[in-house]
Antibody, heavy 119, light 107 residues
């Protein structure tokens, strides 16, 4: 069945880096744009970044621009999010999600992975 | 950035009630709008896309309408499994943005 599974989360100190991974299965990963969406504890949803199906286009939310790099490996059905210079306000559950394009709604979704930025 | 404003922020309703949630965009987004349902500790689930198209597998008691700047999600007869938080999202331009959410609670 269609599945997205995130990994790589955890507790990290402010200013440090973290790389999230998302493993896809059950659908043609290489045909989908892939997004990251986050949700701070008790808060709403915030779109973070997208990479096109062919890796040509990348777009980022202003809140994290310059500190993020999204990438993918279509041969491995993997999506990545490199996060640098992390701040306490980056604490959130991070979801990977598929889209029909860069400008898109999101389906499917992963189960989410918690990133906690704290000293 | 396009601001998405949902109302109400919460609603108390009973099983069988008709529930309507509205979402207003700060500028014209045509029909580039989706609705999601999220239950505690779970990922959001796509319900409606392109403002009024029902996602496969979603019960027909859910419906969406609107275009331009004003949109509505309607649950025609609330079921116990529908108690959750609902979000709208615009896909017209970057950054993609969500409404603040509407929590549907048991009355």
């Amino acid at each position: 069945q269609v599945q997205l599974v995130e990994s790589g989360g955890g507790v990290v100190q402010p200013g440090r880096s973290l790389r999230l991974s998302c493993a896809a299965s059950g659908f043609t990963f290489s045909s989908f744009a892939m997004h990251w969406v986050r949700q701070a504890p008790g808060k709403g949803l915030e779109w973070v970044a997208v990479i096109s199906y062919d890796k040509i286009n990348e777009y980022y939310a202003d809140s994290m621009k310059g500190r993020l790099s999204i990438s993918r490996d279509n041969s491995k059905n993997m999506l990545y999010l490199q996060m640098n210079s992390l701040r306490p306000e980056d604490t959130a559950v991070y979801y990977c999600a598929g889209g029909f394009g860069e400008l898109s709604w999101f389906d499917p979704w992963g189960q989410g992975i918690l990133v906690t930025v704290s000293s | 950035d396009i601001q998405m404003t949902q109302s109400p922020s919460s609603v108390s309703a009973s099983v069988g009630d008709r529930v309507t949630i509205t979402c207003r965009a700060s500028q014209n987004i045509n029909s580039w709008l989706a609705w999601y349902q999220q239950k505690p500790g779970r990922a959001p689930k796509l319900l409606i896309y392109a403002a009024s198209s029902l996602q496969s597998g979603v019960p027909s008691r859910f419906s969406g309408s609107g275009s331009g700047t004003d949109f509505t999600l309607t649950i025609s007869s609330l079921q116990p499994e529908d108690f959750a938080t609902y979000y709208c999202q615009q896909a017209n331009s970057f950054p993609l943005t969500f409404g603040g959410g509407t929590k549907v609670e048991i009355k």
